[in-house]
């Protein structure tokens, strides 16, 4: 009986989980669906989400056939923030990884991302892990300086 009751309760807790997810779209700027549909057209997939009290982000392929998800960043009003395609940690600038690695020891590099921002400077962030701690996020300019870090949560 009590297998079936926490049975129960996980399926209460899912049902409540996805009812929110959808909800989600709902507050979605209707500039920013637009932008989305403008930049993006093949994209496919798209899955909105709250960010932020003032953020929202699209995670989309722009092919069915990729494995990996951008994601484009927008304000609460609909105005395009960024946007985040992932990269082939072989294909970063010569500087970037090492000087991750060397400002955060003991860190692996798990994934890359090239930043569009609309300016003239490219970025990229990493995704960075470290067995036993928290993981990072880390954004680098193309000459390996660390423009932003981030703890990120398990």
Not at 6 to 28: H, M, S
Not at 38 to 47: C, H, R, Y
Not at 120 to 138: D, I, P, S, W, Y
Request: glycine content about 6%; charged content about 25%.
């Amino acid at each position: 009986m009590k297998a079936k009751i926490i049975l129960f309760c996980l399926l209460l807790g899912g049902t409540f989980t996805l009812t929110a997810q959808t909800n989600v779209l709902d507050e979605v700027p209707v500039k920013a669906r637009e932008f989305l549909k403008m930049k993006f057209p093949e994209a496919t997939d798209a899955a909105w989400a709250r960010i932020e009290n003032d953020r929202f982000r699209a995670r989309f392929r722009k092919q069915t056939s990729e494995l990996e998800q951008h994601a484009a960043i927008f304000t609460a009003e609909g105005d395009w923030l960024e946007t985040l395609s992932p990269i082939d940690i072989s294909l970063l600038p010569e500087d970037v990884v090492p000087s991750a690695t060397a400002t955060h020891r003991g860190y692996d590099v798990a994934r890359a991302y090239i930043v569009d921002n609309g300016g003239a400077v490219h970025l990229f962030e990493l995704k960075m892990r470290k067995k036993g701690t928290e993981n990072l996020t880390v954004r680098l300019n193309a000459n390996g300086q660390v423009v932003t870090r981030v703890p990120v949560r398990k």
